[in-house]
């Protein structure tokens, strides 16, 4: 019997659901950063320089950033001292062209690969970065496991994602704006209702901070933690591989 997945609220088998996510995907590819300005009013900008201030590249840093889309994780890096080497992972050709349309620094490699099911060695890896794709992943704990086999023993697993917040009054209004102004603007701004309807309801159904980080340590991840940032809107969760 097929196991289930969610698609947003749709219960799918889980090769369906890599497809739709994928569909997603090429369909915004091209509108992809003004719509995150649109709906996050800029505030993706500022959780992804805390998330790299968290992250504190060191100089020779040997970096994976998995779902990178359009590459805002390693633009923020290169405001660093960085001369280290990172490797791009995205499933979907269009969202990483549009990286590579963005960045044209040295040492970065492209790689077309599913989350689930990495090409890399064990163990390479200083640090790992997944940003605003872990709740699209079909098999969330599959990619936990690849992260923590990639990852060097010392290294750290970084993750900004989506997920609960903690008062209900912020939780309230958050979810009239989720579910009504999301979609309607992206009716609006970029044609595809049906996408951002998905991003509402990818949210809800991904797992809360707590499930999360039992998650990460079920991989095998020590010392996990996370910090909300926004009252829980966004969190970052933290391991390491010992
Ligand atoms: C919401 S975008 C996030 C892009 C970027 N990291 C950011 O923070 O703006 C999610 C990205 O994850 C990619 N993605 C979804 N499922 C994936 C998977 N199983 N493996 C690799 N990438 C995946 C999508 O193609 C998309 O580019």
Redesign the pocket.
Known sequence: MNKISNFGYKQVTPKEK?KL??KV?SNVANK?DLM?DIMSFGA?RFW?KIFIDIVNPRKNDKII??????G??VIEIHKKQFKGEIDI????KE?LSQGKKRIKNKNINFHL????NLSFADNIFDKYL????LR???NIDK?LEEAFRVIKPGGQYYC?EFSKPKSIFISNIYSYYKSNLIPFFGKIFSNNQKAYSYLNESIDMFPNQNNLKKRMEKAGFQSVNFIDLFDGIVSIHTGYKL
């Open positions: 890599t996510v994928q995907f992809y995150n993706h992804k950033d998995v779902g990178s889309g359009s805002d994780l992972v995205d499933l979907n969202m690969q599913n989350a689930e997944i940003s605003f794709c699209n992943i079909t990619s900004l």
